[in-house]
């Protein structure tokens, strides 16, 4: 049974830092490209970050690129997600999310989701 965890959400002050934690079993994260994606109060989903399978290639929104970095730990099958200088428009709900295939290919195709870390950045 597949099965995403995600941990590592909670209180930061903007400029501040968090790492989040994606744990995920009966599958092998390395196989399969990941991502993160993040729901703010009231508002849609937004993707966040994706790493492609194997070589594991990166790429982010435009909104959190050279601030956030997604990466993946195979011996402990666990994606991260390391957010620094943390802004209020930041806070949300972050999900990481597993794709069918090998490659990131868009938000919205995913196939398991874990359930959720809320993050808030305010002073």
């Known amino acids: 049974e597949v099965q995403l965890v995600e941990s590592g959400g909670g209180l930061v002050q903007p400029g501040g830092s968090l790492r989040l934690s994606c744990a995920a079993s009966?599958?092998?994260?390395?196989?399969?490209?990941m991502s993160w994606v993040r729901q703010a109060p009231g508002k849609g989903l937004e993707w966040v970050s994706g790493?492609?399978?194997?070589?594991?290639?990166?790429n982010y929104a435009d909104s959190v690129k050279g601030r956030f970095t997604i990466s993946r730990d195979n011996a402990n099958n666990t994606l991260y997600l390391q957010m620094n200088s943390l802004k209020p428009e930041d806070t949300a709900v972050y999900y990481c999310?597993?794709?069918?295939?090998?490659?990131?290919?868009?938000?919205?195709?995913?196939?398991?989701w874990g359930q959720g870390t809320q993050v808030t950045v305010s002073s």
């Open positions: 999310a597993k794709y069918p295939g090998a490659k990131v290919t868009g938000p919205g195709n995913y196939d398991y």
């Open positions: 009966g599958f092998t994260v390395s196989s399969y490209a």
């Open positions: 790493i492609n399978s194997g070589g594991g290639s990166t």
